[in-house]
């Protein structure tokens, strides 16, 4: 079992820098690969990134490469999402998952989840 909680969102300007972060707790966490996805409203949740239990590869959904950048710390047992650049677009829920295979990017192909942490982007 492995236990997710988001923090970091809120409400921000158009072009502004916003890092979320995950906090993990429960088995070995370098045995995960974590994502983080965001569903808006009325939409379906979709994929933003994912990184290798190790931190050694990363993946990002187009519309946020080269404006988002996910790492983690396996010795605090932290994710983090830097969003840079930010648009009215990316205002969504933001959720981390889990799982012990990465390169998934689907809902279905994570078995944790935490409880989301909305970001807002004004213009």
């Known amino acids: 079992q492995v236990q997710l909680v988001e923090s970091g969102g809120g409400l921000v300007q158009v072009g502004d820098s916003l890092r979320l972060s995950c906090a993990a707790s429960g088995r070995t966490f370098s045995n995960y690969a974590v994502a983080w996805f965001r569903q808006a409203p009325g939409k379906e949740r979709a994929f933003v990134a994912t990184?290798?239990?190790?931190?050694?590869?990363?993946y990002y959904a187009p519309s946020v490469k080269g404006r988002f950048t996910v790492s983690r710390d396996n010795a605090k047992y932290m994710v983090y999402l830097q969003m840079n650049s930010l648009k009215p677009e990316d205002t969504a829920v933001y959720y981390c998952a889990a799982d012990s295979s990465y390169g998934r990017t689907v809902e279905g192909g994570y078995n944790y989840w935490g409880q989301g942490t909305q970001v807002t982007v004004s213009s």
């Open positions: 990184i290798t239990g190790s931190g050694g590869s990363q």
